[in-house]
């Protein structure tokens, strides 16, 4: 049941609400944002998309502009509180309802996964990390593996700093990152996992320049403050019964306190929820409610940072609100080329460069950039006087790649993975709706490329190794990549690589491509241009023309 409240003349207005109601609203306003076992007090400005809600405690709006403060959802509290607006000269642009709801808070307080004794100690840490060690001072400087393939890996030091490179977890078991003190990202780092990576925290994260980290934190001091436009992929549990969140990083997760005082300040940017005994807030902060990176509705044991998704209708290319365009190109020139005359390479791994300028030729060719002005990367390691810049550039811009200052580098000669890819792909031909969720078995919701790679399987154009698997961490080979673009494109049987125009034979030019192959095919139609699904070898534009972006 929900009631609206008449707002009337007065400098300060409390409304108590006396009524009792059922369950949230079934709408999209009624999902919280923010879920609060007590009060909820916004004193500085936000904009938050869903609803916020309060067990057992009071809302309370700050004096805000209708400009700077928006709440585009519910404010829900239970029997016997209120909802207060201080200002009504000053009212905040509040678009959803007053209502009086039973509201659950099922959630319970978490705790940090326990360290294990015994932990040999060293003095530096290698590149490939396989078992635990503990060190006094970490600094990672390059690129570090840790596998997890012989059981958990515990990595503890006093204090961590990043100033570039990349920590990426492999095998199915978990990683964890323990940091007695501080720890700082102080330029362009990466840090990837499928949602089996914990960062444990003694005192606040410093995001200085740009840094992206796919990771489940635990803060147990009483403030997190990560400043420098940060991204992190998985869920923050605050683990004091205070805690002051400052920064203007982007939050893709929960911040889940159910046993926390949370305080906001700064610019910072949540999609999912916030799980709270308390909420106040003082900055400029924005909170998107998003099912795919919230967490239950019964809660969490704190422990697998696990997430649930409500509705699996999700909007994966939002940067420049590119919709779709499968079945919309059309091209029937050859798309790759070989290394030089003899050779194609058809089993070696593609590079990032030649993936991004591979489907980069085909949507210039289609009129499909949506609005992009010819540019450089933003990367260091990308040149504008590179042959594939500008390809990289596109995808910058339609948030495939992301680059900010520092030494955040693309590293564009290095092999794409199977997952880098099915992004790549989702983002530009606009696919945003998953309509069959976990496709693979190896693909779990948590891995950071599981919509791109579902939403594409839901489309037929992945149809993974024939096992129910899709090994989303392999690099992907240019057999398998043209594979895929042939579906895109729709070059089947209906193309004739063996004949070309004038009835002649045609052979391939190749010497390492096998006949026999599974993709001889699909490499065939790629490399060759057609009319009238023959081969036509003067509609065969050369790879420098494909590849002038000056126009």
Partial sequence: MKKTILITAASILAVILCLSASVFASSASGHPAVISNGNISLLGSYYIEGSIASASGNISFGAGSASSCILDGDAIVTDGHSVTFFNQWNMPDFRGEIVVSDVDFPYTPVSA????????SASSLPYNVTESVAVSSLRFGGDYTIDTSAGDVWIIADTVTFPYGSINVTGSNNAYIVVNNSITFSGGTEINSDGNLSIILGTGVAYNNYSVAYANLYVTDNQLAANGGGTLYGNIYLLNDVCSVSGNFSLYGTIYGSDTDISMSGAATVYGTVVADSFSNTGNFTIIYDPYYSLPDEGNSGN????????????LCNSVGRTSILGALSFDGA????????EMAPEMNVKRSEASAMLYRILKQNDELDGYVLSGSTFPDVSENDWFGSAIGFFEYIGVYNSNYGENYLSPENFITRGEAAKLFAFAMGISEITEDDVFSDVARSNRFYPYITALANEGLLVGNGDGTYSPDAYMTRAEYVTIFNRILGRDDRYDYTTDVDGNPVE????????????YADMMRATNAFTNFKVDFANRAERNVLDDYTE
């Fill in 113 to 120: 996964p326990a360290t294990p004794s015994g932990i040999a």
């Fill in 335 to 342: 798309y790759i080329y070989g290394y030089n005359d003899t």
């Fill in 508 to 519: 391939c030019q190749f010497a390492d491509m096998d006949s026999s192959a599974w993709y």
């Fill in 304 to 315: 697998t940072g696990s997430t649930t998704v409500e509705d699996t209708s999700l909007i």
